[in-house]
């Protein structure tokens, strides 16, 4: 096996918390006045600063702390965690624009890095002479740029403002001509930051499917994003930091899995030992699985795909009668309800099971909570289990065509995305 494009061992880094900030002349006089007479001049400007809470003596943080992977030619990483669990540390450190306190990285190829809006631009230069200054820090030779020139022109549609200095550009001028400029000069290893939630929809997709193009071309991409539909889309394998530490390294989709899981306090399965689970007057609720079209579990899904709902429970009174009822929510509200039309009586003391089989191009993206109950309304109205928010799933869409977007790649709301038939003839 060749030799991986990136291959960090035990990169830490580490932060003294505070800022001291000495603005003012007599301030930058008094702050040497110590050095000099060999005292530490924060123990006596944090005094004098005490009530700004800029400085915080002896605070450290592990921004970073013993990270170790590997990134093989051709592959897509998604990093993903928390906002201040490390991500963008990390390709600060890979992108050589900072160091680690401890460990070392070893990248074989050049390095292209988008890692926020604007860096690298000059704001007094114009979008072209940016684009020149990228590809020379890049290691490329103007003829090379040249070559290039128009294509990344073209791709970041800035082909009217490209002689305005970017100091005048927006937030999403810029990410178009940075993209564009990281993404067309051919680097081996592309290090791409959370910068796409800046650009539009259809930006986003073309960003994607150039970042697509990319890795199949045999280069190298670290993708850090919180949207968790296009890292499943687009990266195979995924990295979760949590507070500077790799606390799951696996496929992309099984990572997402977890991580959705944890932020939310729920997973795809629920399952309760006999003591712990919920129901009374003799139901006791076992558990509970969101599963693929394949049956497997699983907490990330395709929307053009079926999803199935498994639901296990003990009778231990004969002669009940009862049903299921299954409610989802997302961003606060109901998406929708569904309950069994029927409450079927069951004769025999034992175990049951009851799936639900939900059609694909129903839910919008998203991340979903399940809550499950099972009661009577027939007759004697009595709940016997209500589990709350206790299986949770996300949903993504794709850029393969399929789905109720189509090939439409701007603002999409709504809970639910259901793919309708449309009719169109001409009557005149």
């Known amino acids: ?27 930058e006089i008094t702050y040497w006045w110590h050095r000099i007479r060999g005292r530490n001049p924060l123990d006596y400007m944090g005094k004098i600063k005490a009530n700004t809470n800029t400085y915080q003596d002896g605070n450290k943080l592990w921004a970073l702390k013993d990270i170790t992977f590997s ?37 074989n190829g050049r390095v292209g890095s988008l890692l926020e809006v604007g860096t690298g631009f000059h704001p007094e230069l114009t979008g072209r002479e940016n684009i020149y200054m990228n590809g020379t820090i890049l290691g490329m030779k103007k003829k090379e740029v040249d070559r290039k020139l128009d294509e990344i022109v073209a791709f ?3 082909e009217k403002f490209i002689e305005t200095p970017v100091k005048r550009y927006s937030s999403g001028m810029y990410v178009r001509l940075a993209f564009a400029v990281a993404a067309h000069m051919e680097p081996e290893i592309l290090l791409v930051d959370e910068v796409l939630a800046v650009g539009d929809m259809e930006f986003q997709k073309k960003c994607l499917g150039k970042m697509q193009d990319v890795s199949e071309s045999g280069r190298t991409i670290l993708f850090v994003s919180h949207n968790m539909p296009a890292i499943t889309r687009l990266c195979s394998k995924a990295i979760l930091l949590d507070k500077g530490r790799i606390t799951m390294e696996g496929d992309a989709e099984d990572v997402v899995s ?140 794709t850029i393969e065509g399929g789905s109720a977007r189509g090939d439409y790649a701007e603002g999409f709301g709504g809970v639910m995305r259901p793919l309708l038939q449309w009719r169109k003839k001409y009557i005149g």
């Open 1 to 27: 096996m060749s030799e991986p494009a990136i291959h960090a061992m035990g990169l830490s880094k580490l932060f003294t918390l505070g800022v001291f900030d000495r603005r003012a002349l007599h301030e």
């Open 258 to 397: 977890r991580y959705v899981a944890r932020s939310l306090g729920s997973s795809a399965v629920r399952e309760w030992a006999e003591k712990d689970a919920p129901g009374e007057h003799g139901i006791k609720l076992r558990s509970i699985s969101i599963l693929d079209m394949n049956g497997q579990p699983t907490g990330s899904l395709d929307i053009r795909n079926k999803i199935k709902i498994r639901i296990f429970y003990e009778i231990s009174v004969a002669e009940l009668r009862f049903r299921c009822a299954v409610n989802f929510h997302t961003q606060g509200v109901c998406a929708f309800t569904a309950v069994e039309p029927v409450e079927h009586i069951h004769h025999q003391k034992g175990c049951y099971e009851t799936e639900i089989d939900i059609p694909g191009n129903i839910f919008a993206e998203g991340e979903y909570l399940v809550t499950i109950g099972i009661f009577a309304s027939r007759g004697k109205k009595l709940r016997y289990c209500w589990a709350v928010d206790a299986v949770a799933f996300m949903i993504y869409d």
């Open 71 to 107: 990134v093989h030619q051709g592959e897509v990483l998604g990093v993903i965690g928390r906002n201040g669990a490390g991500k963008s540390t990390l390709l600060k450190i890979l992108g050589r624009i900072t160091a680690p306190t401890h460990g070392e990285a070893i990248i």
């Open 156 to 158: 970041s549609e800035m």
